[in-house]
């Protein structure tokens, strides 16, 4: 399941300055599983193994972006000032399940001579936060050149938890 929503407001504050803000956000459910076979073989064609993996997960993305510009229009041709300030808020919880079954083969018998089961419960949260603006003035130096300076500054902080938990015997 899927929703998204989305805004954009445009204003001129005056004849030579504008604003304009945005905005967008999504929340997003998913289900998924996935199944796996897997088989080796050696030259000679015998068995050296044999996989059977399944995963299933459940994750919930949320998704917050916003901008905010700013923008001025001097006098002289060409020469302007604007600010540009954005941000960016995603976080992520998914839990699931992780089971494999997995045979090893030896001297080509058809007996497995070890087996390893994986089975896992997992979660996993993950944060990210970003921060970004940036003023910019342009300069005309003639009718077909000009300056441009910017100034930015970025700023990203993020966080990841991941758990495995294995099945209890």
Do not use: C
């Not at 945005?22 to 015998?46: I, P, Q």
């Not at 300076?149 to 938890?161: D, E, K, L, P, R």
């Amino acid at each position: 399941t899927r929703h998204k929503g989305n805004a954009v407001y445009d204003i001129d504050l005056d004849s030579s300055s504008s604003l304009k803000v945005m905005m967008d956000g999504s929340f997003d459910h998913k289900l998924t599983y996935n199944e796996y076979l897997t088989e080796s073989m050696a030259r000679d064609g015998s068995l050296v193994n044999q996989g059977n993996r399944k995963i299933s997960t459940t994750d919930d993305i949320n998704a917050i972006n916003s901008s905010i510009l700013w923008r001025k229009k001097f006098r002289k041709k060409g020469r302007t000032l604007s600010f540009n300030v954005k941000e960016n808020y995603n976080t992520t919880n998914a839990n699931g399940f992780l089971y494999a079954n997995n045979d090893f083969y030896r001297g080509g018998s058809s007996i497995p001579v070890q087996n390893q089961v994986t089975d896992q419960y997992k979660t996993t949260e993950n944060r990210a936060l970003a921060f970004d603006s940036k003023l910019t003035y342009t300069e005309p130096l003639s009718a077909s050149a000009s300056m441009v300076f910017n100034y930015g500054v970025t700023v990203n902080n993020s966080s990841s938890n991941r758990n495995s938990y294995n099945k209890s015997a």
